[in-house]
């Protein structure tokens, strides 16, 4: 089955940069979606499409997607934005949707 | 406005079952795709299954043969049959509403909206 590869944790101080990948074999190929969860919430997308933003989320959240790994940007990071971020793909092989493993974001 | 509610969580013995259920509002359950999706203890997220609105079902090979999706269009509500639960079936069991901007193809599907999530405990 289709495996996406994230790194457990970023750190970042506030009003830096973060940067979020998100490995898959040929991963450019397909659309990736971006997941924000908050302790005890379910999760929100904040990018779909690669690098859409749905209505809401402030425009400091970013995506890419090219050959085998995607990237979720995040601007002038605050202290609201700590949370766990998951990649997500449709998988066409297997007809299931598969989650990256998550990575959690702390401001330092 | 799209809402999804969860419930049906519970207890259970290893070898037993549940039923899950998701009551919708603000559209109808079978004009999107709908999914269910875990998350264990402290660990990421899993997809277990999808309806599509055609009807067409699948699930996570790890729940195949053992969880069944349905919905009702009369309650508006999406369900999940779970049997032979196993310890490792220990969650939080969200339902999710897809949606897509670039026609009805799975490949074109995410998750907009989410319950907010009802606990499953298999343990003797």
Redesign the interface.
Known sequence: ?YVLTQPPSVSVAPGKTATITCGGNNIGS??V?W?Q?KPGQ????VV??DS?R?SGIPERFSGSNSENTATLTISRVEAGDEA?F?C?V?D?IS????????TKLTVL | EVQLVDSGGGLVQPGGSLRLSCAASGFTVGSKYM?WVRQAPGK????VS?VYTVGTT?Y??SVKGRFTISRDSSKNTLYLQMNSLRVEDTAVY?CASHRS??GDH???????S????TLVTVSS
């Open positions: 089955s397909k659309s979606h997941y969860q379910a999760p929100v997308v779909s499409y859409d749905p766990d998951y997500h449709w066409g007809n299931h949707w598969v989650f990256g493993g998550g | 999914s990421g997220l899993e997809w999808v699948h996570a090979d969200y901007d670039y799975p490949s074109s599907q995410y998750f907009d989410w319950g907010q999530g």
